[in-house]
């Protein structure tokens, strides 16, 4: 019987971002992710008191998950930055130092919420329509007919997670098999409509990183006994398959709702036995060479099977189903009966495979999109840190492809906006404020502290007491290492600009990046020949990044639009 | 004693608690409210702005504010608006009773009478306000709504004859709706999404019908998708269901889909029967007849086109391979809600597996446009093209936002706003009394007899829906003839130009629709028969035209926007069908009706009118108890513009605008509205009697008595008028 209790009433706080509590949580949030941020970020450790595993990280998608946020506005913040690094991949942490920043910023002008809100929202979508125009300064093409930009995407990635504890050969030889990998995902002959395959990661940890390697097709483990078990099939055409998504274990299925009553000396197990040596014998006469089954064959079955020379390999699991029917062309078989000939699919080739203290069955396609990408690193946290890594990097491509652009990366894309943001402001404010009944000290307010809020994330890119410049004709970010004598001839301390588009040696003015400036024009379109020569660029993914501020700027209207938080206590 | 302290504060703690309720629900009123962030006990996070929401989470524990919880939601269960401002309206209402207790009391308490006596007199005396506050919502507000409010109602059709919904003025509605609903950011948008939706799922002749179907499954209609901003939001043709196909085949041409509700495989034994298994062999045959039989089925279905099958129940590997083998996608696990939405959309019956083995025609198939995976955001749905056999176009919302709260918002203010314009299409019988023996009388007669030239009285009370159409159908065209000829003489008057210039200010570049309607108003407020002009707009247009042409640009944009809003002046032309055959006595009983689509220009207009009317009445009222109640509604009323300009400042103030609409209103000028945006006149006018429902149920209560625990063991008779 289930107990009545009555509700606790619940508790009702009026303001909440005013108090006290509130913002230290959100500064200490902040100082969380800030210090994580970019390739010199500092990585943090996560446990839970009781034992058991331990995470090494700086990435948000990791840390945020094992965070346990119990305020209402902390976890509102939480959860969307969540949910963004879900759909995107990247650039979580920039959406969590965004947001906060902006709460922080604007709470100390004191306009009210309307006003900030509705600037904010104008400000965000300046920001948006200048990222996606032609004229934009700080974007560039993605040429697919060439790996450059592609690695230069996937490498950018992989520096910015320092966590995976990669050298520098190592990092080039993952971002070349990731991109692999993810080449070896897209169809060959597509016309219109493009449906990618899939790249399967392999755990292989305590090996080398330069061990990590890409394989078309499917790898299956198994233990050397099982493996040396099987025979090896020498066949010159493909091999013929069938797989099994129904159990062949001989389970008697769902016999309904009624009662089914057996008489004794009936021995149904002799029964369905009887039936799977008769789907064994279905699948000799048809040819089949290999049989896969999801769940479990009956040992009888599996013996019957061998000793007709067909493999048969149980247990597969439902992650591997999908890929499965998807490279070898089957149809996965539901019937203990009768078997359509044309649910049965092919692969080119089967071989067995040993790598570091794994074994693999090796199913080769004939032409399909699946890959493994075997992943190596030296231990488990490194290498949970190296697989999130891969598959961020696999989206961007994925969200690449379907957005051929790439923004500078390093910082350089946030100064370049934030200086746009200043000059238009500055210069064109009736055009942002329209019919709006905002007025320009106002918008002056906002723009400051918006601006301020994305040259906080780039100041947060340096972790080591280094100084941050930008240049007053592009707009880019450049860093100076801290014990550099302070006055100084700036070409000779700065070499690159962040993203490493351009070089000192051009005839440029530098200003540090907190100081006041007077507003400028950032140079807009990128010269072509700038983008083809620089070979090293850092790039971020244009998609994750406009959804990444779209988000943060939302979020943060969001938490500033609340005026109370009424709990729960049940 | 403490029963009396009980009684004397029936009143008094309503009030209290009322206010506190006020406190936390006027932060989040009207379109400078502000967000409020609910938890649940599950550790999710809600942002609301419904009131009816965050009432609820509040988990009041006194029993008198349960109750007024209790009365919001099922106002709000039926109308989906209005839950704020019922407890501004309601503790307005409560503060002006005490204040009139306040003031009666204070002689009795030097008298120091006993109190128990004077706990049973205030009681009678709550209990006669109460009655009077009935006899007000029944026979009193309907007649106030009818005779002089009546005159200042816009319809949303901009025919009403054919009920043809004007686009621009449903944008009107709903972005004043959804102003108090989402977040301020959002709320162009999302009310930009419904009107959308509304135009895109409604075909040209659908009805009623269509909201309640929406109505009932909206849950079923949007999908909800987090991570993405709220921009990427939109409206997807054909119903997208939240499951994936447990098996996907892809098919073209002409496709036909089957719904079943039972496994499709044939089971060893149903429930309550008995399966004897004898021997082995019998065993392998019945399993070979299963699966004999199981693949027979498909293939029949193959064989009748059928490319796709949706199952309320989970369906057994054999029939999900078999449906792969015959090139049929299937569907499984469907809950019931989603299995009736999609009968009710195409009508069609569920299939069921022939018993004995027919080659016979399948008769419960449906044809479907496309059946093909969505995929949102790495999640992949069912996407499918259902043919319709009813007044609605199958669409699905799709409602992104960084995080589920902000969805489940948006979800509930779209759903609300589907309740609103449900209520709003309906239309309202008026009821009333009135005297004939002061001035009303003669109006009401000037009424009767006009109504008498032109239709025939419908049946008083139940008369069908469909009649008084056809009567309005008749009635227009007598109408338009008469307002063509009005017009025409209208506009040979010379007066009108004059006068129009006067107006030129409303028409600003920036023309609100509002303001132009003020320019139609004013129009009609020339007519000395304000009776005789009827919602014909296009007639009027033309006049407008024809003898202003040489205006130039400026009223040219105007005329466009005019098409906006439509003056009705229906209310006041409807029929007065049942009159008694006393006449000549002091009482007749009216009955009229509000015709569908009423509404009225935002920021408190509808308050301010009524406010103004009730005053006026209550003037000419002779019992006191009648006077009283309506004083105290009327001033009561005006809380709630109060508190939606309690931003404002300078000319766009409260007393100021106040001032202006009374001024208006005693020179029969326009109101003039510094806001724009509709309302529903049907929601206002609900949200008034559900209001007063409330507060008689607060006074006939003399004694709130707690029980703890367990009601058998005798307890002092404790009240609670604590809060």
Redesign the interface.
Known sequence: MSRLEAKKPSLCKSEPLTTERVRTTLSVLKRIVTSCYGPSGRLKQLHNGFGGYVCTTSQSSALLSHLLVTHPILKILTTSIQNHVSSFSDCGLFTAILCCNLIENVQRLGLTPTTVIRLNKHLLSLCISYLKSETCGCRIPVDFSSTQILLCLVRSILTSKPACMLTRKETEHVSALILRAFLLTIPENAEGHIILGKSLIVPLKGQRVIDSTVLPGILIEMSEVQLMRLLPIKKSTALKVALFCTTLSGDISDTGEGTVVVSYGVSLENAVLDQLLNLGRQLISDHVDLVLCQKVIHPSLKQFLNMHRIIAIDRIGVTLMEPLTKMTGTQPIGSLGSICPNSYGSVKDVCTAKFGSKHFFHLIPNEATICSLLLCNRNDTAWDELKLTCQTALHVLQLTLKEPWALLGGGCTETHLAAYIRHKTHNDPESILKDDECTQTELQLIAEAFCSALESVVGSLEHDGGEILTDMKYGHLWSVQADSPCVANWPDLLSQCGCGLYNSQEELNWSFLRSTRHPFVPQSCLPHEAVGSASNLILDCLTAKLSGLQVAVETANLILDLSYVIEDKN | MLSSMAAAGSVKAALQVAEVLEA?VS??VGP??????????T?E?L?SRNGGR?LE?????HPIARMIVDCVSSHLKKTGDGAKTFIIFLCHLLRGLHAITDREKDPLMCENIQTQGRHWKNCSRWKFISQALLTFQTQILDGIMDQYLSRHFLSIFSSAKERTLCRSSLELLLEAYFCGRV???NHKFISQLMCDYFFKCMTCKSGIGVFELVDDHFVELNVGV??????DSRIIAGLVLQKDFSVYRPADGDMRMVIVTETIQP???????????????Q??TS??WI??KT?AIMKHLHSQNVKLLISSVKQ???????A??NGISVVECLSSEEVSLIRRIIGLSPFVPPQAFLQCEIPNTALVKFCKPLIL??KRYVHLGLISTCAFIPHSIVLC??????IEQHEDALHGALKMLRQLFKDLDLNYMTQTNDQNGTSSLFIYKNSGESYQAPDPGNGSIQRPYQDTVVENKDALEKTQTYLKVHSNLVIPDVELETYIPYSTP?LTPTDTFQTVETLTCLSLERNRLTDYYEPLLKNNSTAYSTRGNRIEISYENLQVTNITRKGSMLPVSCKLPNMGTSQSYLSSSMPAGCVLPVGGNFEILLHYYLLNYAKKCHQSEETMVSMIIANALLGIPKVLYKSKTGKYSFPHTYIRAVHALQTNQPLVSSQTGLESVMGKYQLLTSVLQCLTKILTIDMVITVKRHPQKVHNQDSEDEL
């Not at chain 2, 400078?32 to 006990?41: F, H, M, N, S, Y």
């Not at chain 2, 089971?267 to 062999?281: D, V």
């Open positions: 936390i932060c989040c400078e409210g502000r967000q409020v962030l609910c938890t649940k006990p550790g996070v942002l965050l989470a509040l988990h009041l524990e977040g301020r950011n987090t991570g993405l901003p709220v921009s089971l060893f034994s149903t429930s309550g029967s008995e399966f004897i298994l004898n021997s082995e062999a065993f392998q399993q070979f699966m004999e693949k057994p590997d054999l029939v999900i391979y078999y792969g083998v955001r790495s936002g960084p995080v589920q709260g902000l920036t």
